[in-house]
């Protein structure tokens, strides 16, 4: 009962303490102490209910039962809005709050809310190579089902909170990407509610302009209900090479080389400076060598940025065995780098030890209780930006993110982007290898001032055919972005689909200029 009577003292004096100050003041200067002793309990007990759920839901079979009947309630929904009259735009019912981006949504306080409350795996077919999900099945449910029988997906971003349906209306990318391309490239089967209440399934051969236009189309062509995805068989480990590398030159030519190699499953760097990163490239296997086993995932183990940075301050190469789902979400528990300012102590081993097993929290109770005022504050003080560029404007893009914002560590995430249609693909007719390079921190560089210094890394990116992972913060205006999109096959199914009375376009849903 000690650490019980412990924690409610501890609690107790908090509220006696923001009584005084006032909960503004705590949130924004000592935001950590309420991080702690209510976030991350509350995080914690999301989990277990989540996981118990999913594998209760699992077990008894009951989602593929249930899923229809969810649809067709979908289905009444967007039919009862036009009878009515369809007086305003439709989103889902979702709140922004809990989405994993950092954009707060206001249309859904103005649009109709349709509810679709659908969570849950449906299907594993291993003989097809197919896993068949809902729309808010989350990146940590799919690998807790699948490495315990033995698949992965080949494409599995990092975050456990991302969803299916955010990965596809928005974008998703992994370390795997250089082989696999997007998220988006290893479905193979959409099936949504439309503007007039029908159900349709799209793929390749099947209703393929839809298949090809719902990708990145966040939502504006009609409502997600589930989606067909690849499955690769997995193996235990994930056996990764860690090498520093300096020089701006020797980075990318070291990045782009092993980008180029088949044979590496996965490549990813870390980007410290200008002139230093750490290239990392690993291999599924089997086997492991026990001195070299490192279970990374362990709520007490330094955080992966951290653990890597080592190799750098040490300027040792290394090898080591990481079993496979915790390779997958070696960047969850600091949220990549995001932790360190919201708990400046998070990677102390004292706090690891003794309450590590709570982290993260959640970044949607994060948004919830951040408040007007911190959210204005980290929009003029912090960059949380993806970037995909070609890669053989790797160090061009370097240097801009460098000049432009300053932020360091850097994200670096290879991959292919086939010719395809849609609103992302490569300006010439062939594949074309991308970088992704995420910026997520504090800005360094002198009198930052947030939407003159990201409309000029957009306007750079413009330049080079790259594009914006949209959900982020976006200050370009139309004219701009539907120069980095491709809009033509998007319009066209707006128009077709009679979309344009029942959705909002996808730019006045995303872009800052729109929404203000």
Not at 353 to 362: D, I, N
Request: charge should be neutral.
């Amino acid at each position: 009962m000690e650490p019980a009577v412990s924690l409610a003292v501890c609690a107790l004096l908090f509220l006696l303490w923001v009584r005084v100050k006032g909960l503004e003041f705590v949130l924004i200067h000592q935001r950590w102490v309420f991080v702690c002793l209510f976030l991350l309990p509350l995080s914690l007990i999301f989990d277990i209910y989540y996981s118990v759920r999913a594998w209760v839901v699992f077990k008894l079979s009951s989602a593929p039962r249930l899923h229809e009947q969810r649809v067709r309630d979908i289905q009444k929904q967007v039919r009862e809005w036009k009878e009515q009259g369809s007086k305003t735009f439709m989103c889902t019912g979702r709140p922004g709050w809990l989405t994993v981006s950092l954009r707060v949504g206001k249309y859904k306080k103005t649009h109709k809310n349709i509810m679709i409350n659908l969570m849950d795996i449906l299907e594993v077919d291993t003989k097809k190579q197919i896993v068949r999900v809902e729309p808010l099945v989350s990146m940590g449910q799919v690998t807790a089902l699948l490495t315990s029988i033995g698949w992965t997906l080949p494409v599995l971003p990092e975050l456990d909170d991302l969803t299916v349906g955010g990965l596809i209306m928005g974008t998703g990318i992994e370390s795997s990407s250089h082989k696999y391309g997007l998220f988006q490239h290893i479905c193979t089967a959409y099936e949504l509610v439309l503007a007039d209440g029908s159900f349709v399934r799209c793929t390749p051969s099947e209703n393929s302009d839809l298949f090809y236009a719902v990708p990145w189309s966040c939502g504006t062509l009609g409502f997600l209900v589930a989606a067909e995805i690849r499955i690769i068989p997995a193996k235990k480990y994930v056996k990764l090479r860690f090498e520093p590398v300096r020089g701006l030159e020797a980075i990318c030519e070291k990045f782009t080389r092993e980008s180029q190699q088949p044979e590496n499953h996965f490549v990813e760097g870390l980007l410290y400076s200008l002139d230093e990163a750490v290239i990392m490239t690993g291999v599924m296997t089997d086997e492991a060598e026990p001195s070299k086993l490192n279970s990374i995932g362990n709520y007490y183990k330094p955080w992966f940025f951290k653990h890597v940075e080592n190799y750098l301050k040490t300027n040792r190469e290394g090898l080591e065995y990481i079993p496979l789902r915790h390779y997958y979400h070696r960047h969850t528990r600091s949220i990549f780098w995001e932790l360190q300012d919201i708990i400046p102590f998070g990677n102390n081993p004292i706090f690891r030890y003794l309450f590590g097993w709570m982290v993260p929290p959640k970044i949607s109770l994060l948004k919830l209780t951040q408040g007007e005022t911190l959210r204005k504050l980290y929009e003029q003080h912090h960059v949380v930006q993806d970037m995909l560029v070609p890669m053989k404007c790797l160090r061009q893009a370097l240097l801009t993110f460098h000049n432009d914002i300053h932020v360091y560590p850097i994200w670096l995430c290879p991959f292919i982007l086939p010719s395809q249609p849609g609103l992302v693909h490569p300006k010439g007719d062939e594949a074309e290898l991308y970088v992704d390079i995420g910026a997520y921190g504090e800005p360094r560089v002198k009198h930052f001032e947030a939407r003159s210094c990201m409309r000029q890394l957009e306007k750079f990116v413009r330049s080079v055919h790259g594009f914006q992972m949209l959900y982020a913060d976006c200050y370009m205006n139309r004219e701009e972005f539907w120069e980095m999109f491709d809009g033509s096959l998007y319009h066209k199914l707006r128009k077709q689909l009679g979309c344009q009375d029942a959705f909002p376009e996808v730019y006045d849903k995303i872009c800052k200029a729109a929404r203000h």
